[in-house]
């Protein structure tokens, strides 16, 4: 995975950052994930300190509540964001099983910034659960 500046998510549940925050799709701990509020189009923004080309991104969603419809968008530091790939995580809606989806990323852009936009959810709510978010690529001088 690669290193990043800064990170920030759409909502969390309940603004309980403390038990549902984004840092928890970073922790390496299977039990803890960023669980967002209701409602559509959920998203997360990386930053990074330099220039990035991402040939992969990992998602591990709790079963019933993946994003169904996806976006990845980049730009270079404060460009606007520029569309990259739509994804589509395919849910198994069991609750008890977390599942984790890989989806390679084909020429992409060189960027500082991402953003993941999760349009839908699988949950009747529009809440999405993320236990944990990998980006792979190389750095680029």
């Known amino acids: 995975m690669m290193g ?42 990386l930053e990074f300190p330099q220039p990035v080309k991402v040939s992969e991104l990992r998602l591990q969603f709790q079963g019933g509540f993946s994003g169904k419809s996806c976006k990845l968008q980049g730009s270079a530091k404060e460009e606007d964001l520029k569309h990259i790939v739509d994804f589509y995580p395919e849910d198994n809606n069991c609750l008890q099983i977390s599942f984790q989806t890989v989806f390679p990323i084909q020429d992409a852009p060189l960027v500082q910034r991402l953003k993941i936009v999760f349009e839908n959810s699988a949950d009747f709510f529009g809440r999405i659960i993320v236990y944990t978010l990998d980006i792979l690529g190389e750095k680029v001088l």
Do not use: H, I, P
């Not at 990170?7 to 403390?18: F, I």
């Not at 390496?28 to 960023?34: G, I, K, M, N, R």
């Open 4 to 45: 990043f500046l800064s990170y920030r998510v759409s909502s969390v549940l309940n603004r309980a950052v403390k038990q549902f925050g984004k840092k928890f799709m970073f922790d390496s701990d299977e039990e803890t994930c960023w669980n967002s509020d209701q409602g559509e189009s959920q998203w997360v923004v």
